[in-house]
């Protein structure tokens, strides 16, 4: 005998249906549907050292660049050629670049650029990679194929490349950069989204939707997307570390941001003229940042990655 689905099984939360034989357990398990998975996510993320480290590294670097400017008090927007390339002393932490900028204030206003960019670009890489990907896998058929083949002729293209290109041809800004870098790389999170709306669609809480006259709309963006977080934030980690690369590369082929603006990878590229000089606090402060940013978010992401696991094997 068939199972019949009437508007009361329709779980009020929109993420299921209930067992019309009583049970009253939405699709996915009662410990989903209340939280337990998601407890047992910050559990495992918890339990995680290397995650707990990258945290704390993530707060630190970002309290360093935007509270420290704050407390430590330095001016970065004239040239003073009379504290050209001072080694590090008390009256400069780590010492003043060629022109006059005190490195470690120099330091925090590039890890402002570096990371405002950073987040930025993956936000708009993840928005539009979730809509891109959700959309086609619901659509299917010839959309999904069409959609997905101009992902895949994206892809196809060299990645620093096509950001060249880019900077090259807009002006190199913080606005610039941020929309050029989210708008190549939002197709990797358009393809994992893209894959896991393939298997979601065939659920049958999402298919008990469309038989009761739920929208594409509703079908999208009440259960499709909420169901594919895990990936978006996992990705989402992933994105900011690579934008800071990105932008560190751009710099370092001298398409960052025009001065007085920097940031890690403009500060890196100018301190590799002088490595034969001695100076080495115009290379090491910047690299080293750039390192411990990357290498925190990357931290994070692994964790985050391992910890959904175990919330997907819940359910």
Known sequence: ???????????????????????????????????????????????????????????????????????????????????????????????????GYDVLGRLMLGGQTS?????AAAIIAVMIGVLWGAAAGLAGGIVDAVMMRIVDALLAIPFLFL??????????????LIVVIGLVAWLVPARLVRGE?????????????????????????????????????VNATFQVADAILYVATLSYLGLGVPPPATNWGHQLANGLSYVYAGYWWLIYPAGIAIIITVVAFNFVGDALRDALEVRLQSR
């Open 1 to 99: 005998m068939g199972l019949t689905i009437t508007p009361e099984d329709v779980d009020p939360s929109g993420v299921g249906f209930r067992d019309p034989a009583g049970g009253g357990v939405p699709e996915g398990g009662e410990g989903y549907s209340s939280g337990a998975a998601w407890k047992m996510v910050l559990r495992v993320f918890i339990e995680n050292k290397l995650a707990i480290v990258g945290l704390g590294l993530i707060v630190l670097m970002v309290l360093f660049c935007f509270v420290g400017p704050l407390i430590y008090r330095t001016q970065q927007i004239f040239n003073n050629p009379a504290l050209a390339n001072k080694p590090p002393g008390p009256g400069h932490l780590l010492g003043t670049n060629p022109v």
């Open 115 to 119: 990371l405002e960019i950073g987040f």
């Open 163 to 176: 950001l060249i290109v880019l900077g090259a041809i807009f002006t190199t800004s913080i606005l610039e």
């Open 197 to 233: 709306t393939l298997s979601l669609r065939v659920r049958e809480y999402v298919q008990a939707v469309n038989v009761m006259g739920g929208g594409t709309r509703r079908i999208l963006f009440r259960h499709i997307i909420p169901n594919t977080v895990g990936t978006i934030v």
